[in-house]
């Protein structure tokens, strides 16, 4: 990224202020273009509300809220936040408005979609391509759950409480199946949203938090 020369370092604005320092109107100028201005800059802090930001672009583009670089001196951020992702990068026809993290190329790792708030993981539309949670987590919804549910773990005090065992039934000892951790500790949502409840993941087991 490159930054305008005219907007100069702390230090070299304090060092046209400096006692008996005469600064030029150049020098002022310099230094109002080196601060934000709330006007100017697409950033607003108004009293009582949160620090308010406005994507960047016409309606067309990415409209980016938000760039992360691992150093100013990068050509391209590392992660963009942007509330209109594209199915392709290069083509402006396939963006949608959503909250979307995109990668350095612009493509969507993680979309909201703002139509739907369905959540996509490497698509801009998640109604369209829901991942297979069940897979991942052994079991799957009934039927009359299907659009809500794909997969959840469920305990009580007679199931092995470690996770590795529940999957693939590795019998333990009494002493480690013994954990009465209650009800659904973690849900498989169609969405994609992993929902944990009151319950963490610590060392590969489910414990009470």
């Not at 005469?22 to 310099?30: G, L, N």
Request: contains cysteine.
């Amino acid at each position: 990224m490159n930054i305008d020369d005219a907007k100069k370092s702390r230090a070299a604005l304090k060092s046209y202020f400096v006692k008996n320092a005469i600064p030029t109107e150049q020098q002022f100028a310099q230094l109002m273009d080196s601060v934000l201005n709330q006007r100017d800059d697409g950033l607003v802090k108004v009293p009582g509300d949160p620090l308010s930001i406005e994507a960047a672009g016409d309606d067309t583009s990415f409209k980016k809220a938000l760039n992360f670089y691992n150093r100013l001196s990068d050509a391209n951020p590392a992660w963009t936040v942007s509330l209109r992702p594209r199915a392709n990068p290069a083509d402006p026809v396939s963006g949608r408005p959503g909250l979307s993290i995109n990668d350095a190329a612009g493509n969507s790792r993680l979309t909201v979609d703002g139509a739907t708030g369905n959540v996509g993981i490497g698509t801009v539309a998640p109604a369209e391509a829901q991942p297979h949670l069940d897979r991942l987590f052994g079991a799957r919804a009934p039927d009359h759950a299907r659009d809500e549910v794909y997969g959840e773990f469920t305990f009580d005090a007679a199931l092995p409480a470690n996770v590795l065992a529940t999957l693939y039934g590795i019998p333990l000892e009494p002493a480690e199946a013994a954990q009465p951790l209650g009800e659904v500790l973690l849900l498989a949502t169609a969405a994609g949203l992993v929902i944990f409840g009151v319950y963490g993941l610590c060392e590969a087991r489910w414990r009470k938090v």
